[in-house]
Every structure is written in C-alpha cells, then in structure tokens.
C-alpha cells in the first residue's frame, strides 16, 4: 500500500504562503549596485592612448584603485563614470569619447605598488550619488560564485559582466609586457578564477554576492582557456596602509564648472521674442535629456571682406566655410546639434555630431535644412525654429532601441 501524507499536513502546504520569486539574479543584482562606482581609465602613452578600468574605493577622499600596468609612471589620467539613462549606464564608447570635454575627470596617481601592480588614483571630484565599493574582510574560497566589471579594449561596450568561480587563492610570480618592449614582473597574493578577462578590463573590482571588492583584474591567461587572475584584495589593504595614502586627506573637491544650458543665439533678429522664448523652454527639456541643440543667427559671415565677397558669389567656398565655421561654433558650445543661419550671405548649415548621428534617422539633416529654407523662404521664420525643434524631439531615438 503505498505511504499517504497525513491529510492535516496536505492542507497546511496548500495554506503556506508561496515565497516571492526573484526576478533578479545574483548577479544582476551585484551589478547594479557597483556599476555606478566603476570607472573607464584613459592614461597617455608615447604610443598613443592606454584605457583600463578602476573601482571608488574611498568617497570621502576620491580614491580610485586600478592597475599599476593601466597609467604606469604618469603622475595623472582620465577617468569616466557611467553616465545613466533610464536606470541603465551608457555602455557605448563613442558616448563618452565625444562627450570627453564634459564628462573626464581629471586624476592623479597618488600611490604605486609595482610590485602587486596596483595603483591608487585622487579624482579632482566625484559624480553626485557615486559610493565606494567596499572591500571585503578576507580573501574568497575557491568554489565562491565571483563577478567581475571592466571595459574591455576589443570590445565597443564599456562596464561589462562577467560571472566567474573562484579556481584558487594563492601568491604567484609572473611577467608581463606593460608597454612595447617593456615587460615587468610581479608578484602578489591572487585569486585565479574561470572568468574570461580581456585587455581593458584590468583594474576592474572583482567582487563577492555581497558586491564587497575581493580582488582588482590582472588579466586572463594567453594560452589557456577561463583562467583569470586578479590580484587579492588583501594585496590592496597593505597598498591602503602605506604612508602615501594614509597622507591623503579629505578635502572640498573640485569644483567643476556647469555646463550652461543651451539658448537661441538670435543676433541676426531673425525670430520674433515669443518664438524664442518657446524655443528656450524646449532646449532646456532636450538639455535635461542630454541632447545640447546650438541654434544661432548671424548678420553677416564672420570674416574678412575679401573671402566675404568669395562667399557671396561661390557656393563651394560658402559650403566649405559654413561647415568649417558651424563645427568650430559646436566645439565651443559643446554642441551634440549644430544650426547656424546666416543673413549676408544668404546660407544655413546644420551638423550633427558624435553619437547624436546614431540617435537620428539617416535623412534628419535633410529634413531640418528643408524645413528651415522653407520658413525663411516663405517668411515664416518663426515656424521654421518651431518646426525643427519639434522634428528634432519626435525622431530622436534613445541608444538602446538602436540596432
């Protein structure tokens, strides 16, 4: 006769609560916590440019752990945090190499263990609501589920995850080529993981299901297959506990100039007060989406008589101007949209630049040249500025919906 579950004890598993379903993963969930304190690293070379990746570790005094191999001997670098949009970071490259001027902060290196390759790096500020990733108490086991966040060189994305497990905690001896026909050795405690790493991700924190730093990116091995080594956190507090960065004290950060928000420039006195003000309100919203829409009027093309008169009478030479002159103006204004009329000679150019072209239909410049000839044309300019505004707010698509 087969065993029966008494009936009392049936009833009493049907009554009991069903526990909530996690619709996020370990994984996701440490992510999103140590996401917005992971840095990319631009550092100088002879050769050109160096990138890596790096972690806040300390808020209060601006401190960032990366690499030594990431800036090497430079006394300063770069450093970029993700911006955000829609509770997502930016993970396109050219977001952040266009946007250079504005979003950089400026580091120097303040303390060097060439030894277990780590280096710790003061930012002149820090972005409002970053935090410090805390570091972990002791080393992982191996078996531990670890996760790992880095900017991989070969790859057009910035801020990647990787899920990894902890193979073995061990010191080791190794050697590297840190620059071409520089190779240095090193040697530190490391946590050697399955995690597929790649160049430009070093620096980067390797962290436990706590988001706590257990380790910083070393890099993966050449010639086998899911073997990373990272350098062990504890390898990092005696780093912490020398004098150079004891001695950083906590100071008023830096304060970085805020980039004014974007309004008509009418000197021509082409739109009328109202239009102007409508078309303000609407830049400051485009602002506030991190788009900046440059809209100018001039009387007559800034330059001399001579190449005025060119201009007057040669399209080529006026095209060839207008483009030189619209682009230097959006360098200026640090512009992501660039429309530039002038009255003397009759001539309108508009640009757009960086990864504003990836977030517009392939024919918006069309469109907005069509729509402003038109309403210059038929006397309606006030139409015109209205109408462009309005093209550029219905066909702008966010990043992530493009393919």
Excluded at 15 to 24: C, G, R, W, Y
Excluded at 49 to 77: C, Q
Excluded at 127 to 155: F, M, Q, R, W, Y
């Amino acid at each position: 006769m087969p065993a029966r579950w008494p009936l009392a004890l049936l009833t009493l598993a049907w009554l009991l609560p069903l526990a909530p379903a996690d619709d996020k993963s370990e994984g996701s969930k440490v992510y999103k916590k140590a996401v917005p304190s992971v840095v990319w690293i631009h550092s100088k070379r002879d050769s050109g440019l160096a990138t890596g990746s790096g972690s806040l570790i300390d808020k209060d005094r601006r401190l960032v752990l990366t690499n030594y191999h990431v800036v090497l001997d430079n006394p300063s670098a770069k450093v970029f945090f993700p911006y955000f949009r829609d509770g997502q970071p930016v993970a396109e490259k050219d977001y952040y190499r266009d946007r250079a001027k504005r979003l950089a902060i400026d580091a120097r290196v303040v303390a060097l263990d060439k030894k277990a390759d780590l280096a710790i790096l003061r930012l002149d500020s820090i972005p409002e609501g970053a935090e410090a990733i805390p570091l972990a108490t002791g080393s992982p086991d191996p078996g531990d589920t670890v996760h790992s966040i880095g900017s991989a060189g070969k790859s057009d994305a910035l801020f990647g995850y990787v899920k990894g497990a902890v193979r073995q905690v061990y010191k080791k001896e190794w050697k590297a080529e840190v620059a071409p026909k520089r190779v240095a050795t090193f040697e530190a405690k490391v946590v050697e993981t399955d995690s597929p790493t790649n160049p430009g991700d070093s620096g980067g924190p390797l962290l436990n299901a706590k988001g706590e730093l257990v380790g910083v990116t070393e890099g993966g091995a050449l010639n086998a297959q899911l073997l990373s080594t990272f350098v062990d956190v504890s390898e990092v507090k005696s780093l912490l506990a020398t004098r150079a960065v004891k001695d950083v004290k906590a100071d008023k950060p830096t304060v970085k100039k805020e980039r004014a928000v974007p309004t008509v420039s009418d000197e021509a006195k082409l739109f009328s007060d109202e239009a102007v003000k409508a078309a303000n309100t609407a830049l400051a919203e485009l602002f506030k989406g991190d788009l900046d829409v440059m809209i100018e009027t001039h009387s007559v093309a800034t330059t001399d008589e001579k190449e005025l008169d060119d201009l007057r009478k040669k399209k080529d030479v006026r095209d060839a101007y207008m483009k030189r002159f619209t682009r230097s103006r959006m360098v200026l204004k640090e512009a992501d949209v660039g429309i530039v009329i002038v009255k003397d000679p009759k001539t309108l150019y508009v640009e757009l630049t960086g990864l504003a072209e990836k977030e517009f239909p392939d024919d918006i410049v069309k469109k907005l040249v069509a729509t402003l000839t038109d309403g210059l044309k038929t006397n309606k300019p006030d139409d015109a500025l209205k109408n462009v505004i309005q093209i550029i707010r219905d066909t702008r698509k966010p990043l992530k919906e493009k393919k």
